[in-house]
């Protein structure tokens, strides 16, 4: 099973941008399509995106399409999200995840995830 561990967040004001990491373990990382989720104070977690294996599909909340590009190097064992033109509303804990089966909008279609990294974004 895959062993996930996100990194890069921080404290960013308004507009600027973040790159967030997910270092991924195991042998199967390659073949998994991944995920980033978040998840506000009280709220539930929420899916921000999404890319396939090979890294040449990818899927986005509306939220943040056009301002955050989520890829993998998988030679390298890496899932990335770049998070640009970041507002308040971004606050969240990220946690990267990999793909089971079902839908890729929902938390339980996932199989392993990560500790979460927390991104806050000051207005």
């Known amino acids: 099973q895959v062993q996930l561990a996100e990194s890069g967040g921080g404290l960013v004001q308004a507009g600027g941008s973040l790159r967030l990491s997910c270092a991924a373990s195991?042998?199967?990382?390659?073949?998994?399509?991944m995920a980033w989720f978040r998840q506000a104070p009280g709220k539930e977690r929420n899916f921000v995106g999404y890319v396939m294996w090979s890294g040449g599909t990818t899927y986005y909340d509306d939220s943040v399409k056009g301002r955050f590009t989520v890829s993998r190097d998988n030679a390298k064992n890496m899932v990335y999200l770049l998070m640009s033109n970041l507002r308040p509303e971004d606050t969240a804990v990220y946690y990267c995840a990999t793909y089971r089966s079902g839908s890729i909008w929902s938390t339980s279609s996932y199989r392993s995830w990560g500790q979460g990294t927390q991104v806050t974004v000051s207005s």
């Open positions: 195991g042998n199967t990382f390659t073949m998994s399509n």
